[in-house]
């Protein structure tokens, strides 16, 4: 299995519970947008405590990004890294993830689960490919959500917000529902791209089912 140990070169807080890790980038070390690796502390009693953690960077930086939620209400591998500082260390492994561009369609994600389209969105602005994709974007407060003046701008109208938990002026409030897919499904951007908590996955899945939508079209991890 692929090992490299890794310094982190810059954190930063991008909401109340997600930071940003900048890291080295091993030579020769290349990954899709979408994809993720298991990264691990190298610090004692964490070496082989790894997890899953999407690039938020583009293939092309000179350095690794990761935007990863911290769980503070817990002993655990992200509660260890929100304490890190720049300099330490990290153990990162091999390439994986079926989460891909496939096509203009809609992006559906919940909380953290947005982070595999950070890069994908990235690179197609980068490449102005940026076209009739929207994204979808479910939060329980708007002080969840994630990198949301980035999505902003890479996507205007195409951008849109639900809070379940909070009601405010130009936010859908509640969960996504059969309604607010049909309003957004169209030929033109008929791929189906999703990442959240299993529950919300299930639930999409189901009333895209409803609405006749192919799941072959949908890209999500295999898991």
């Known amino acids: 299995m692929e090992k490299h140990i890794v310094k982190i070169l810059k954190i930063d807080e991008i909401t109340h519970d997600v930071k940003r890790f900048r890291l080295e980038k091993p030579f020769d070390y290349k990954f899709k947008p979408g994809q993720a690796t298991e990264i691990a502390i190298n610090q004692p009693g964490f070496q082989s405590e790894s997890r899953p953690f999407t690039f938020t960077s583009l293939n092309d930086w000179n350095f690794l990004e990761f ?11 992200t509660n260890k890294l929100d304490k890190l500082k720049n300099g330490d260390q990290l153990i990162i492994h091999d390439v994986w993830g079926e989460i891909a561009y496939k096509g203009p369609g809609i992006f559906i994600a919940g909380g953290a689960g947005v982070t595999p389209f ?23 407060t708007k002080s969840d959500i994630i990198l949301e003046k980035e999505f902003k701008q890479l996507l ?25 897919l049909k309003a957004n499904i169209s030929k033109v951007n008929n791929m189906i791209y999703l990442c959240g908590p299993p529950p919300m996955m299930v639930a999409v899945e189901k009333q895209l089912i409803t609405l006749n939508v192919d799941l072959e079209s949908v890209v999500k991890e295999q898991l």
């Open 67 to 77: 935007t990863i939620k911290i769980y503070r209400d817990h002993y655990g591998v």
């Open 118 to 140: 950070i890069a994908i969105l990235r690179e197609l602005a980068s490449k102005n490919k940026i076209e009739e994709n929207k994204l979808i974007f479910a939060n329980k």
């Open 156 to 180: 205007g109208a195409n951008f849109i917000n639900i809070l379940s938990d909070e009601e405010a002026a130009g936010y859908l409030h509640g969960f996504i529902t059969e309604d607010l």
